[in-house]
């Protein structure tokens, strides 16, 4: 049965260390979730897909969280958490990608816990990406 | 037990007053919903972080909701929504920060009631915002 | 009873095409969703409330899905998609709007079966959109 969970996260965190310590207190392996909040700086990155690598960038500055999505599955035995994130400037101006982290001025989890067997990400060469596995 | 619905949202209602009216209708003190559909004018608000307040902005003409993510706790012992969205213009291109309110043209709202002991918003002295008391 | 899954879409397909599979295969006919993942090209609309047209625009290139929210119900007795999308570049820069269709790099579906009724849509002389019947 899925339980869902709102969850504030802790001022000052990182904010994929917070979603994964989340999921740890709650053994939560299988599951989906948004945030909302703001952010004081942030890590993002661009999966290049003809050179099959991740790009990088930092943000410093003050963000709101527009829009964060993401889930929990299992990658090479571990739990990891996949999100991507969407940011606006004080003008109102927006960048986003796929998150890698960023400190939170504050942060409201909506996560869904699937309470299921977790799905497993494997590499994809066709990718380069890790993805779940057939089932 | 967590429910779970889909509400259309009425025609030239504010989104904020009819996700509040929504949740008034159905008793959802907890919980957490999406919208997509579009507005004819949206007020927007970014959260000054060093200054603590919110600095505010509206937007007129008409924007589709490319995202809107919210929740339902309590704050002053009354029901209170939080919610973030980015719109889209003609062109494609995006605004987006904390939702004050909107005209709608249409809106379809996801919402999920977590059916539990609602959160309650407290004043936190570090941000300046009203966050979720510790449970 | 609402379920909820995880489903990663297929490299190379249509992302509303693979919905519209995923809720086919699951009967899935009322029901909301997220995305995350990546496009190599997309096709997004922009809905004109003076005109009451939607006006299209096709990008090619290497996307981000930085957010992507929709729904299922039923329009001329047909499961029918509607779905919103946030996409960013290489530079983070975002575009988005009404979702039409683009190639799935990776996708990764979050979604949720209300196990009800279906919602009906019907022509909207205010509008000029496909909304839900009141019911």
Redesign the interface.
């Known amino acids: 049965m899925?339980?869902?969970?709102?969850v504030?996260l802790e001022?000052g965190s990182d904010i994929m260390d917070a979603i994964r310590g989340v999921a740890a207190d709650r053994s939560i392996d299988?599951g989906?979730f948004?945030?909302?909040g703001?952010l004081?700086s942030a890590n993002?990155a661009?999966?290049?897909?003809?050179e099959k690598v991740y790009?990088k960038?930092s943000?410093e500055g003050?963000y709101?969280?527009?829009?964060?999505?993401?889930?929990i599955?299992l990658k090479d035995g571990e739990r990891f958490i996949?999100?991507?994130?969407?940011l606006?400037?004080?003008n109102?101006?927006?960048?986003?990608?796929?998150l890698l982290g960023g400190r939170i001025?504050?942060a409201?989890l909506?996560i869904?816990d699937?309470e299921e067997k977790a799905?497993v990400r494997d590499y994809?060469p066709?990718?380069g990406?890790f993805?779940?596995r057939?089932s």
Chains 1, 2, 3 share one sequence.
């Open positions: 899925p339980k869902m969970m709102m504030g001022y299988s989906f948004s945030v909302i703001a004081s993002l661009y999966y290049d897909q003809t790009r960038r943000f003050a709101e969280i527009a829009s964060c999505t993401g889930n599955s996949h999100a991507h994130i969407v606006a400037d004080e109102y101006n927006l960048i986003g990608g796929h001025f504050a409201e909506h869904t699937l799905h994809d066709v990718t990406l993805l779940w057939r």
